[in-house]
């Protein structure tokens, strides 16, 4: 099946910071999502993005379908930021189902 | 607009005992649903996912499983639970779009604890 990996594991910023996260995936997929767990469980979703560049407030992603990865970057962090960030693409051959990454955990701090 | 409703948040059950987590989706017609597990870490693990009523697809050999009685219904159910069945189980829906998976939505969880 596809393989999804995403980096950094795990990220500690301070409040007002910017970063970047990575999806890598290991074939050709026509949609890509981008979720935020947050501290409660539950899984929000941010960007529908099969390519192309979105941004929502201090949010923006960017996926190079061609090149097999996604960004999402944030900017001026949070600390309703912190959580985990997942990515999911459709697995190989079927339109039925959608492979995870196994996350980015972020923490933002005072 | 479309919602999804799961529960129990939350559960505590002994090893042995039965299980039923319930999933219903508002606000649109024949969703594929899915239910996902995910233990202590962070990975999200498909567990079923139906495209239709009574059409179940399992991806992992377990004690659990899942029923969709109805269009916008998908059950998750054990006869006797193991100690490894704890976790976070999510239900989420998505409508296909040909070739497309569709944007997948996510319930609020549910919580279950195997003593």
């Known amino acids: 099946g596809i393989q999804v990996e995403q980096s950094p594991p795990d990220l500690i910023l301070q409040e007002g910071a910017n970063s970047t996260l990575r999806c890598n995936f290991s074939?050709?997929?026509?949609?890509l999502q981008w979720f935020h767990q947050n501290p409660w469980g539950q899984l929000i979703n941010l960007f529908y993005i099969p390519s192309g560049t979105k941004q929502n407030g201090r949010l923006s992603a960017t996926t190079v379908a061609t090149e097999r990865y996604s960004l999402l970057y944030i900017s001026s962090s949070q600390t309703t930021d912190s959580g985990v960030y997942f990515c999911a693409v459709p697995e190989t051959g079927t339109a039925s189902k959608l492979t995870f990454g196994t996350g980015t955990r972020l923490q933002v701090t005072l | 607009s479309q919602t999804i409703h799961q529960w129990p948040a939350t559960l505590v059950q002994p090893v042995g005992s039965p299980l039923s987590l319930e999933c219903t989706v508002e606000g649109t017609s024949n969703p594929n649903l899915y239910w996902y597990r995910q233990a202590a870490g962070r990975g999200l693990q498909l567990l079923f996912y139906?495209?239709?009523?009574?059409?179940i697809s399992s991806e992992v050999p377990q004690n659990l499983s899942a029923s969709r009685p109805q269009d916008r219904q998908f059950i998750l159910s054990s006869k006797k639970l193991l100690l490894s069945d704890s976790g976070f189980y999510l239900c989420?829906?998505?409508?296909?779009?040909?070739?497309?998976?569709?944007?997948?939505?996510f319930g609020e969880g549910s919580r279950l604890t195997v003593l």
């Open positions: 139906s495209v239709g009523i009574g059409q």
């Open positions: 074939d050709s997929v026509n949609n």
């Open positions: 989420a829906w998505s409508v296909a779009v040909g070739v497309d998976t569709g944007e997948l939505f």
